[in-house]
């Protein structure tokens, strides 16, 4: 279908890793993002992949992409309490000329001790 | 310092009246972005600008309108015709060439 597709709520341990995970639609996207927003706050960047490779690592963030399967993760490892935020990822689609962004519903990632 | 700002960060607004949302960028970017965002839903686009003085609809363009009259700025304007206008909204901006888009803290928007 159309949406990007997320699971709605992941609670993890504080140390352990989380995985999230989010399936797209558009095999000809070229660029897949992660985007973390806080409580009451704007979204900000956390990382991008770029549709040829598939894994990108950035400190304790680690971006899995199997093209095949339409599937995208995020993984951060060591998860401190201030990894608590909804995570959105979104995939680059061409539509009517332009590559927009379309968004997942986003996953709330709670970290407890 | 650059960055991408939003005013208010809450907004009332009796049923019926127009009311206008603040965004401005000093990241000399050319392109900016409004979005709409409801509990448990992704963000949705409502308008989009590649450059000064044009712009085009997104997904849920109606009720609303915009301008592009500098490149700093991208004023929305909620009318009395947007069915739903309690939501929490974005603005984002983009370099040319680039979807890696930089995103404003929001404005609330609530309709009494």
């Known amino acids: 279908g159309e949406d990007v597709e997320q699971s709605l709520f992941l609670s993890v341990r504080e140390g352990d890793s989380s995985v999230i995970n989010c399936t797209y639609t558009?095999?000809?996207?070229?660029?897949l993002y992660w985007y973390k927003q806080e409580p009451g706050a704007g979204l900000q960047l956390l990382t991008y992949i770029f549709s040829n490779m598939d894994m990108k690592q950035d400190q304790r963030l680690t971006v899995l992409l199997n093209k095949k399967d339409k599937h995208l993760s995020l993984r951060i490892a060591d998860t401190q309490t201030g990894d608590s935020a909804i995570y959105f990822c979104?995939?680059?689609?061409?539509?009517?000329?332009?590559?927009?962004?379309?968004f997942g519903a986003g996953t709330r990632l709670a970290v407890h001790p | 310092d650059g960055g991408i700002t939003q005013s208010p960060k809450y907004l009332f607004r009796k049923e019926g009246q127009n009311v206008t949302l603040s965004c401005e960028q000093n990241l000399n970017h050319d392109a900016m972005y409004w979005y709409r965002q409801d509990p448990g839903q992704g963000l949705r686009l409502i308008y989009y600008?590649?450059?000064?003085?044009?712009?085009q609809k997104g997904d849920i363009a109606e009720g609303y309108s915009v301008s592009r009259e500098k490149k700093e700025s991208f004023p929305l304007t909620v009318t009395s015709a947007q069915k739903n206008p309690t939501a929490f909204y974005l603005c984002?901006?983009?370099?040319?060439?680039?979807?890696?888009?930089?995103f404003g803290p929001g404005t609330r928007l609530t309709v009494l």
């Open positions: 979104a995939e680059e689609r061409l539509s009517g000329g332009y590559n927009k962004l379309i």
């Open positions: 558009d095999s000809s996207s070229t660029y």
């Open positions: 600008s590649q450059i000064v003085n044009d712009f």
């Open positions: 984002a901006s983009s370099a040319s060439g680039t979807n890696e888009q930089f």
